[in-house]
């Protein structure tokens, strides 16, 4: 996902998790589309196609995959964090459990998951008729192999995470101590089908598909297991021959450029219906000519020019709302790299509740989004998004266009404004804001400049830190290292289907951008990581909660998300974005076929 | 002449040096690094702070520069950040495709350039020449990447001559089959390049040929009796050759740079493109390792071309 959308940094811990679009991950849909677009005008897609013709038996299908860079060809989940990579091996790298529409692990694909809380335990049972497209069956070998690609510092893998050392053992595996991670057992042997992880702790977020604290991918230990750790990116068993237990196999590959996947004749489920897959890459130059002449039967769509494809005839576009938002984050501390916390300043110059409110209400979203993508973004209310289900806070309002209010909140805090129509801090001394804006596509610098305007009509000078845009390595390394130049900051993030918003908010999160740390905001966000949270209904009070307070401290002042959109031939059928469907799940993919 | 190349050919290696170490630091300079864009909700910033330790990136500039000389000095240029594959054979993939298309293009420039500018010079004055002028003037300020994207559209998508993307099919089998393939796919960008980048060609030609008409060796030779093609090929076409020969090594060292327009519009995976993405991704192995062959190639071209010039033309001696 490096460099993928606006520093909207797509996460792929759910295998299920990506599309053919560049940066989207799904969500469920119908339940969304009413409840997000508060006030923009009202735009809808479909979800999937429908064709209700007979299958051809046999035929072939092309993707068109935009970017404008070759794919790495990293054709393993242990060692890839590329959405070009996952988009490439969607139609093999199966996961190794079902989902529901809101990513909720359910029994019924490659192993089911079994959760015991007293125990501690997640027992996994592989389906027995699962095998790898060389015909080796899954055992458990495989699933504990993968723990130990992510964990060995050999493999240079970027896998590893905090939230993994929850697994009894991890940690001493990681540092070296053990060669085996003593908190994973197969009591049936090596070759058996069950898995069982020991966990230190259990959470709420466990039932639910990429939530971080166990893998939900297998590696074929029996072909990877003759190569050293060290070598095993670059060894040709990934890039090159790759073995899957989804419904297709890679058979021909130019690396970067293009790949053909054919059917695994081990599949497990129902009879791949396409003899062939091409899937190949579209500079982002050419693509709105690809569309056009409908020169793929799939392909994504980019919003910035969707307008000039859309009455192409034979082809439908089917939307979904991706697990994004772009928000404007305030800096009100700093990283404390020896306590490994964010520690807050009480006197930094945003930290205050109306100022930052103010500066939310006085920037008119909704009319920006109207002009510039015509309702394909939408202003958001809250920082979970809508596809999230009953964990979004129906009730939030977020932030409207509000002068008068914004006004009102910055004369109650005392920015008196001064004779030149700019306000003065409460202490009466000038006030200058910083703000750190990433360039973007053509329209992102006029959009800046708006909003720019917009605060200066509330009395609040506000000037872009280095003067203009900043290109995303700048930028990051600014906002990261918590650079005094900025006050404030727009970004994004693309989130994983579990909704837990510790990872990016939290008092020990270096992803807290903001650096915000209130004892309010750690007993909330605990709350919903809590024991009891397994108590649905108890998490999902947490959850809203915290959304309240958030949109009263206003830390965070959440903006947009945007519709993700994918053009589809008209003589396709069976495809569709959801997440049990095949732009988010491998397994779906043996229901796609094409008509006449 | 030979004591001149050597003295030239060990002249660069102090250059070389001094190029290396200003691509280092410039490329150090840069904001960010490969692992800068790592950052998702489940990417935890431990493991990126060890990743980034474990290829050295913590340790004072110098310390990396000697590391990376040592090691490019045995041929190893280490691995790509971003590809997690060894430079060398990424490298080696696209100058591979860089070739096939620079080569094709290269010949297409000349094959097109060379007959306009001596059309143009010899009927210099004529509709004739005013045509090939105003072609050049119309090629030379034609933007390329729009002439990329409307003959995609025109020749790749609507009529569908030619393929739109890559550098070979992913279908393509055998040798012939593997050959034919590439090429197939380089002609519409080649074509294209060598349509649009022949006017220095056509007019160092043209005011060359133009200029020796003039000249008294060739007022000489008519006067003589000489026949009039054999006074225009022998006499003013050769000496109009010239500044096009001087040209000739740094064309040949070209090859291998690559077209970042083309490439990038043609999804074409070629050194231009790499050399971008590079930089763009903070790939630093890639980057200096592209700079500094880069630097080489232009040393070595200008070498080439001085040779070149002696050949051509006697009067001049390189030492």
Known sequence: MKKAAVAGLVTLASVLAVTLTACGSNSSSSSSTSSTSTSAKKISFPVATKNDKPSVSGGTLTVGMISDTAFKGIFNE?????????????????????????????????????????????????????????????????????????????????????????????????????????????????????????????????????????????APYHYLKDVPFKSLMASDKIRKKPLFFGPYQLSKLVAGQSAVWTPNKYYYGAKPKLSKITIETVSPATAPSAVKNKKYDIMGVSNSWYKNVKNTKGVTFLGKIPLFYSYLGFKVGKWDNKKGENVENPKAKMNNAKLRQAIAYAMNVDQVNEKFTGGLSFRIPTLIPAQFGDVFDKSAKGFPNNMDKANKLLDEAGYKKG????????????????????????????????????????????????????????????????????????????????????DLFSAGA???FTRMNTPEQTKLLSQIDSEKSFDHSYRVTAFKKWQEYMNKEAYVVPLNNSWGLTAVNDRVKGYGLNPTQAAGSSAAWADVSVTK | MW???????????????????????????????????????????????????????????????????????????????????????????????????SILSVVLTYLIGIPLGVAAGR?????????????????????????????????????????????????????????????????????????????????YLRSGIVDNKLEDYVKTARSKGVPERVVFNRHILRNSLLPIAAFFGNVITGLLSGSVFAETIFAYPGMGKLFIDSVSGRDYSIMTALILLYGILTLLGNLLSDIIMSIVDPRIRID
């Open chain 1, 78 to 218: 242990e060692l890839s964090e590329d959405a070009n990579d996952s988009t490439v091996m969607q139609f093999g790298a199966e996961s190794l459990f079902k989902t529901n529409n809101t990513y909720k692990i359910v029994d019924g694909g490659a192993a089911n998951l079994k959760l015991d809380q007293k125990a501690k335990t997640a027992t996994i049972t592989i389906n027995p008729n699962v095998k790898w497209s060389d015909g080796q069956p899954l055992t458990a070998d495989d699933i504990v192999y993968a723990y130990k690609i992510i964990a060995n510092p050999a493999t240079k893998s970027s896998r590893y995470t905090d939230s993994l050392k929850d697994i009894v053992g991890m940690a001493e595996y990681n540092a070296g101590k053990s060669n085996e991670i003593s908190g994973i057992s197969t009591p049936d042997g090596g070759s058996g089908k069950t898995v069982v992880l020991h966990f230190q702790t259990m959470k709420p977020g466990m039932t639910q598909s990429g939530n971080g604290y166990f893998w939900e991918a297998a």
């Open chain 2, 3 to 101: 004591k001149t190349i050597l003295r030239r050919v060990i002249l660069m290696i102090p250059q070389i040096i001094v190029l290396s170490l200003f691509v280092f630091i410039l490329a150090k300079m840069m904001p960010g690094d490969p692992f800068t864009g790592l950052i998702t909700p489940q990417t935890s910033p431990a493991q990126i702070a060890r990743l980034r330790k474990e290829a050295g990136l913590d340790n004072p500039w110098y310390v990396q520069y000697v590391d990376w000389i040592g090691r490019a000095l045995h041929g190893d240029f280490g691995m790509s950040y971003q590809m997690q594959r060894p430079v060398t054979s990424i490298i080696g993939e696209r100058a591979i495709n860089t070739l096939y298309l």
């Open chain 1, 510 to 512: 270096p992803f807290n």
């Open chain 2, 123 to 203: 009927y210099e004055g004529t509709w004739i020449d005013t045509s090939i002028q105003f072609y050049n003037f119309i090629s030379m300020s034609t933007p390329g990447f729009v002439v990329y994207m409307l003959a995609i559209a025109l020749f790749g998508f609507a009529l569908g001559w030619f393929p739109t993307s890559g550098s070979i099919s992913v279908n393509a089998s055998g040798v012939i089959g593997t050959i034919g393939s590439r090429i197939y796919h380089i002609i519409l960008p080649s074509l294209l390049i060598a349509i649009l980048g022949n006017a220095s060609i056509v007019q």
């Open chain 1, 419 to 502: 004779k030149d129509g700019y306000r003065t801090d409460p202490d009466g001394k000038k006030l200058t804001i910083h703000f750190a804006a990433m360039s973007g596509n053509t329209n992102q610098e006029a959009i800046i400049k708006n909003y720019i305007q917009q605060w200066k009509k509330v009395g609040l000078r506000v000037e872009l830190t280095n003067g203009r845009l900043m290109e995303m390595n700048s930028f990051y390394d600014k906002v990261q290292n918590d650079s005094s130049d900025v006050d404030m900051f727009q970004a994004a993030w693309s989130l994983s289907s579990e909704p837990s918003p510790n």
